[in-house]
């Protein structure tokens, strides 16, 4: 099965239809206020609409109120919640179905906060300090290959042009997740620059 790639950071309805264009299969966007790559729910709205009919849109929340959580996936047309802070299983259960969990992963032992949350996949990021949107950080191969026996896992941070293949090639993950690598500049994708990603991973 190819290899999916995420395209996260989405700020313009022309940045997300050029990583359409581009191949990508789900498309992120940021909904934690501190990001330079924050969106409103009306941006949103926009973003949506410039993507495929039944794209999968994953939105990023970082220790939000569930009831924000809720009214974003309505009204912005999510298709998932992704949670990149400190959110619980317990805080996730009600999402059930409908979210997926950052694991951050710094040793063997933070592997063990995958079990506990129910998701059709998880983001593995490596740095515990650093939230979603803000910086990409380097992931532990060995970890990553580890966390694939508990489910499918999407790895994210520290990829670029020059590291991506090799890291699919060591970790065979389910699939990638990239936002600053293929931007021109702060919150603005370029479309040259998608492509040649997704190529490469496809290439992978």
Not at 104 to 130: H, K, Q, T, W
């Amino acid at each position: 099965m190819p290899i999916r790639v995420h395209i996260s950071g989405l700020t313009r309805p022309e940045d997300a239809g050029a990583a359409a264009a581009a191949g990508a299969d789900a498309f992120g966007l940021v909904f934690w206020r501190q990001s330079s790559s924050s969106v409103s729910v009306e941006q949103a709205r926009e973003i949506v609409a410039a993507l495929p009919k039944g794209a999968m849109v994953i939105g990023s929340f970082v220790d939000a109120v569930p009831r924000t959580v809720e009214r974003t996936l309505e009204q912005a047309g999510l298709t998932l919640a992704l949670f990149a802070g400190d959110e619980d299983p317990d805080y996730c259960k009600p999402f059930a179905g409908r979210y997926v969990k950052v694991i951050r992963v710094r040793n063997m032992a933070s592997l063990e906060a995958i079990e506990g949350y129910e998701c059709p996949f998880f983001v593995l990021d490596g740095d515990p300090a650093v939230h979603a949107g803000v910086r990409e950080v380097p992931f532990d191969v060995l970890l990553s290959r580890r966390a694939k026996r508990q489910g499918k896992v999407v790895i994210s941070g520290g990829l670029t042009h020059d590291t991506v293949t090799d890291a699919i090639r060591s970790c065979r993950p389910w699939g990638v997740e990239v936002s600053a690598c293929v931007e021109a500049a702060q919150g603005i994708k370029d479309a040259a620059k998608l492509a040649r990603f997704v190529a490469l991973c496809r290439s992978a």
